[in-house]
Structure formats: C-alpha cells, structure tokens
C-alpha cells in the first residue's frame, strides 16, 4: 500500500505535540489530523479521535482511524516522521538564514569610552 504523508502544521513551543500530518492512501483514502508526539521513548503518532463524557462524568477519547495490523501501524510511522523530520529541518534551516546578526558587545555603561580615552590624555602642568 502506497502512503504519502504531508506534515500541514509545525506546533512551536514545548508542547508534546510537535506537528500534526494528513495521510493518503494509494490515493483512495485520506485522514486528516494525525498528531505527531514526542514522548519519553521517542517520536509516535496519535491518531484522530472523538472526545466524550462517559456515565461517571469523565472525559474520554476513541480513535477514529488506527492501523490494524503491525506492518501497517510501521508504514504509517515511518512514512509521517520522516516527513516531519525533512520539515523541521528546513524550517531549521530557514530560521538559521534568517538569523539576525548578533548583538555588538557590551563593554560597560555608556560613556565607558570617554573614560577610556582620559587615559591617554596629555597631563596637565
């Protein structure tokens, strides 16, 4: 099955979430919404999901898409993180020719060169 991931959103900030993906499948199929998370052991995806309130008041989610089988839960991954990876990367790149020059150095309080060049003076007699 052919998968072609497109990263649609990079999330800034330091929130799990680190870009969300549309998927299409063999161009027959396409889910919207796949979150790309970091978490303690790595990069994974969180799929779609409804949100509701069950009979104790308490909020839960089902996923709305999910692979079915192991191979098919690989493809899917590897395919949308190397999408994110090649994005984040050039937006890396874009921030870094985008960089401002740095900053002049700050040797003391304005005036400090005035002070400087009393040392050079002639002395007066």
């Given at each position: 099955?052919?998968?072609k991931?497109?990263?649609t959103?990079?999330?800034?900030?330091?929130?799990?979430?680190?870009?969300?993906?549309?998927?299409?499948f063999?161009?027959?199929?396409?889910?919207?919404?796949?979150?790309?998370?970091?978490?303690?052991?790595?990069?994974?995806?969180?799929?779609?999901?409804?949100s509701?309130?069950n009979?104790?008041?308490?909020?839960?989610?089902?996923?709305?898409?999910?692979?079915?089988?192991?191979?098919?839960?690989?493809?899917?991954?590897?395919?949308?993180?190397?999408?994110?990876?090649a994005?984040?990367?050039?937006?890396?790149?874009?921030?870094?020719s985008?960089?401002?020059?740095?900053?002049?150095?700050?040797?003391?309080?304005?005036?400090?060169e005035?002070?400087?060049?009393?040392?050079?003076?002639?002395?007066?007699?």
């Amino acid at each position: 099955m052919k998968i072609k991931a497109k990263i649609t959103r990079m999330v800034d900030g330091n929130s799990k979430i680190k870009a969300i993906a549309d998927v299409s499948f063999e161009g027959g199929f396409r889910v919207t919404g796949i979150k790309v998370c970091q978490g303690s052991k790595g990069l994974f995806l969180g799929m779609p999901s409804n949100s509701y309130t069950n009979s104790d008041g308490e909020k839960k989610y089902t996923d709305i898409f999910f692979p079915t089988t192991k191979e098919s839960r690989d493809a899917l991954t590897k395919e949308v993180i190397s999408k994110y990876k090649a994005e984040l990367s050039q937006t890396q790149e874009q921030t870094a020719s985008e960089a401002p020059p740095p900053p002049e150095p700050d040797f003391g309080e304005p005036g400090f060169e005035d002070d400087f060049e009393d040392l050079f003076d002639e002395p007066s007699m």
